[in-house]
């Protein structure tokens, strides 16, 4: 059974910091491209930040400079830390995983984020 799990949401003041964890089983983790994606309500999913298997990153410009996304194979986990939030940062946060050859991965079920003071 595959399985992921968001953690780490909360309510966090405006400029706050936050890390998310995306715990994954059922998979060989170390070979997932692993990417965290939010969605507010009424609005498009988007990609946040992205961590290939060979650990190179990238970030969405919204975030850029306020985000990063890290893996530990070990422990098949990937994290998401979160700094200078604001309030538009509000949202559910998704963790997937997704090979190279596969249109759509996996999803959790994500973890909510609130930002406001």
């Known amino acids: 059974q595959v399985q992921l799990v968001e953690s780490g949401g909360g309510l966090v003041q405006p400029g706050g910091s936050l890390r998310l964890s995306c715990a994954a089983s059922?998979?060989?983790?170390?070979?997932?491209?692993m990417k965290w994606y939010r969605q507010a309500p009424g609005k498009q999913r988007e990609l946040v930040a992205s961590?290939?298997?060979?650990?190179?990153?990238t970030y969405a410009d919204s975030m850029k400079g306020r985000v990063t996304i890290s893996r530990d194979n070990a422990k098949n986990t990937v994290y998401l830390q979160m700094s200078s939030l604001k309030p538009e940062d509000t949202a559910v946060y998704y963790c997937?995983?997704?090979?190279?050859?596969?249109?759509?991965?996996?999803w959790g079920q994500g973890t909510q984020v609130t930002v406001s003071s």
């Open positions: 059922g998979i060989i983790f170390r070979n997932y491209n």
């Open positions: 997937n995983a997704r090979t190279q050859i596969q249109a759509i991965g996996y």
């Open positions: 961590i290939r298997i060979g650990f190179d990153t």
